[in-house]
């Protein structure tokens, strides 16, 4: 056996065979692939076999798309993994019509063929259904079924071809980890010194990261299915397969028999450590009694299935996520652990792009799509906690299958991570949301009253589902006197060090440079000058810097800033999130709020826009930044946690006579939206660059040597061929939600980044990557919201306050 590789790859199912055909066709031929027992096992070996290629998000869409295109390509002694009979999803309800005309606008703006079908053109690709209740179908033409063992089969061959190596019955015992990095793993046939290790691990993966000091936040969960004796109804006939969702239940044909299985309400999940020591420890005992709800729903659809006999039944184990996403990527605790696993039941239809996206990401230093929706890194510390991971994959699976409403809130595994102010946000009416484990205001219902007589359209169809008239009393209150925002969930990170300066000035476009109490917003882009991090930088000292960047982006900005930082100690980064708080001040009165509670001067001379000072609040120490998000006067006021509620009190009780109000993060993205601030992860990702993101005013190419500086160069040198641009519809009540096509007839030009309605200036806008020639102001384009398509004009941006005197005053 090798006593040493360069990549370690725990796991032969269809995802660790998937890594390594990739990692073999990028180059790498000395991988190691080891399997505790037979070789394409554990959860490939049973997995329902439906491939599904539309999902939530763009990059999981083409991932997705890929893997189908791969597998089309393979085969083991001429039998193919693949059968493309393509997928039907029914509606059954008026509310998932509209999620399916919603779906297929987001799968004509990725380029995913799919149809919108009557219920008669519905039945006649599978005629064994009941039209009852049925109000219409999507159909996607290439999706289909996969036979997981082939594929991996196949996978594990081509690989192998490349100079891959597997191990059967070697199973893994520990992982060495010295100085932060894998160094090797231990087997019971011996110890492989590597450089990385890829978890492929599917269900064992936790207990895999537990030996690296890694965790992986994901849950075996009791997936069953049955299948039936042959049916006469599918001799010499072959269907889609079907999903019936407000019925919880699938069907697959298998020969002349169907595949049942769904997602019900009651899921069982199975402890990680209780995963026993057997020759086929994922399949467990079926439940036939928990089973019974989801077969009455699939005779109900199917009712030539009322008698017919079960001639098998599987009790499988699947890997559930606390978001129901994929876990992908390099772990930020230890260098070279990386991860493969989480598939939610899709990692068959996944396992081609994830092993393509991994190669890339291992090989290259980034992958080609943009994969933070599947990155280990969007977890943080609180997902260690096996209770935090059940509740919430508990509520994933048993509502799996329901409509996915872009603003709809999890309910379970809620009041995690508290601001200091929390309460006293709660006694004003606050309605709260959830990121990364945090409790934050979207509205306040005690606002909701100073929104009449505005007569403000009331968004249509989705956009108002969660939505309430005290977002614009917000946004009204932050234009016109001045608002209060706990932005406390905003990460926090700190530089430090000697050679801070220095290593600051090459990570970033922007100049890091400048004087102590300057702020600078800047982008770190990747090798190839995408937008890998969003956020601004404060010179405190001459070695010292604070960074502050999204709620959810903490971990993997500061991975992405730890993974660069020198290895002599010359710099020290740390994450301070947790030890401060901060409260947004801003409107035109924010001058007047915080001079009056304050005996620092906060003059537009003394204390200017992009500037920083230590200051007092009341008898509170405090360091003020005059930065906005919202595009507004104002202040961010950062403190010791400890300090937070007299903070938020100090300053409530100085605004009352300046009509202050306390506003949420509703309001935030409105406004943000007005001023055209970009918002990473949607508007701008690793997939895009500062100069078609239009933000080329900060890089300052001229500072020297930064990472991504060559690629902007040739970038600039050819010139771009896409812009994100202002989009303002002419229907301001049509507000898009991110995902919806943009479309010059027939053509596809790309789709919405984000969108929402504009309070002041009292437009519904969009934004979204346009071909150069639709860039132009005045460009008339379309935009397609659930099947309907509504005119649009690009706008020149900002639409609020271009020339930002509102800032400056």
Known sequence: MHTSARVVIIGSGIAGSSVAYHLTRLGWRDVVVLEQG???????????????????????????????ALYKELQVDGQPGYFGVGSLRLASSPERLEELRRQAGFALS??????????????????????????????????????APILAQALANGARQEGATFYA??????????????????????????????????????????????????????HQYVITAPLAELADRRVPNLRDPDKLVYYRQEGQSLVLGGYERNPVAFEVDAIPDTANPTV????????????????????????????????????????????????????GFWA???????????????????????????????????????????????????????????????ISYPLKERSSARELRLSPVYYRLRELGAVCGEKSGWERPNWFASNEPLAEGQNWPVPQGWAARFWSPAIGAEHQATRERV???????????????????????????????????????TQMLNRRGGIECDLTVTRLAADRFQIITGTAFGIHDLAWIRSHAPADGSVVVRDVTSSRCCIGVWGPHAR????????????????????AQEVTIGDIPALALRVTYVGELGWEIYAPMEYGQKLWDTLWEAGQSLGVVAAGYRAIESLRLEKGYRYWSADIHSEYNPYEAGLGFAVKPGKGDFLGREALAEIKARGITRKLCCLVLDDPRAIALGGEPLLDGARVLGHVTSGGYGYTVRQSIAYGYLPLEYSAVGTRIEVELFGVRYGATVAKEPLYDPKNEKIKA
Not at 111 to 133: H, N
Not at 181 to 189: C, G, K, L, Q, S
Not at 343 to 359: D, I, M, N, R, Y
């Open 592 to 611: 007047d709020l915080v001079q009056s509670v304050s005996e620092n001067d906060f003059s537009n001379a003394a204390f200017p826009y992009l500037t």
């Open 38 to 68: 037979a070789l394409i096992g554990g959860t490939t070996s049973h997995a329902p076999g439906l491939v599904g290629q539309l999902r939530s998000s763009v990059s999981l869409t083409k991932m997705l798309m890929y893997s189908v």
């Open 483 to 521: 608002a209060l925002f706990d932005e406390t969930s905003f990460s926090k990170l700190e530089v430090a060090g000697p050679g801070a300066l220095a290593f600051l000035q090459y990570i970033t476009d922007n100049q890091m440079d400048q004087p102590i109490g300057a702020i600078t917003y």
């Open 169 to 222: 019955n070697t199973r893994v015992t520990g992982i060495e980890v010295r100085n932060g990095r894998v160094r090797a793993v231990e087997t019971e046939r011996g110890r492989i010194e590597c450089e990385i290790v890829v978890a492929a691990t599917g269900i064992w993966s936790p207990r895999i990261g537990r030996m690296a000091g890694v965790s992986i936040p994901l849950l075996p969960m009791q």
């Open 340 to 402: 493969a696993c989480g598939f939610c039941a899709h990692g068959v239809s996944g396992a081609g792009g994830v092993g393509k996206g991994l190669a890339e990401w291992i090989v290259q230093g980034e992958p080609e799509l943009d994969l933070w929706h599947m990155d280990i890194r969007r977890f943080g510390a609180y997902t260690a906690s096996r209770k935090y991971i059940a509740t919430r994959v508990n509520e994933i699976y048993s509502t799996y299958y329901d």
């Open 284 to 335: 467990r005992d079926y439940d036939e009694e928990r089973f019974v709800s989801l077969l009455a729903g699939c005779v109900e659809r199917v009712p030539a299935l009322e008698n017919v006999e079960l001639v098998k039944r599987v009790n499988g184990l699947e890997s559930f996520t606390p978001d129901g996403e994929f876990i992908l990527g390099e772990a930020p605790e230890v260098r």
């Open 110 to 147: 990725v380029g995913l063929p799919a149809e919108l079908l009557s219920p008669g053109e519905a039945q006649a690709m599978f005629p064994l259904m009941s039209l009852e209740g049925v109000t219409g179908a999507l159909y996607l033409p290439d999706d289909g079924t996969a036979r």
